[in-house]
Nanobody, 126 residues
């Protein structure tokens, strides 16, 4: 139900824009989270955007470099990733869940989200 796109290979310092699309439900009614999982590591929350207020949150490791946004006309949520680093290399997933709180006071928990995409690979390497 969720499909990520936009991953690829990029050099350090470069940019990528990931997109999360849904075919069977309206993303605007859901809190959307972006997560990533590097080889040998647990999946971690990267960013989220709430369904009502549009409030956002970011992991400390990506603050100031990544930006999450909605395009309701296209029923998509994007993650703009700038100044990419090798440590950003991972499979990136989007996830959706109604009524999950998202904001600077709330941690982005994997367990809070029930609907997941299949992931898209991001590799940052020279």
């Amino acid at each position: 139900q969720l499909v990520e796109s936009g991953g690829g290979l990029v050099q350090p310092g470069g940019s990528l824009r990931l997109s999360c699309a849904a075919s069977k439900f309206t993303l605007d009614y859901y809190t959307i989270g972006w997560f990533r999982q590097a080889p040998g590591k647990e999946r971690e929350g990267v960013s989220c955007i709430s369904s009502r207020s549009g409030s956002t949150n970011y992991a400390d490791s990506v603050k100031g470099r990544f930006t999450i946004s909605r395009d309701n006309a296209r029923n998509t949520v994007s993650l703009q990733m700038n100044s990419l680093k090798p440590e950003d290399t991972a499979v990136y997933y989007c996830a959706a869940e109604p009524s999950v709180r998202c904001g600077s006071d709330y941690y982005i928990w994997v367990s809070d989200f029930g609907s997941w995409g299949q992931g898209t690979q991001v590799t940052v390497s020279s």
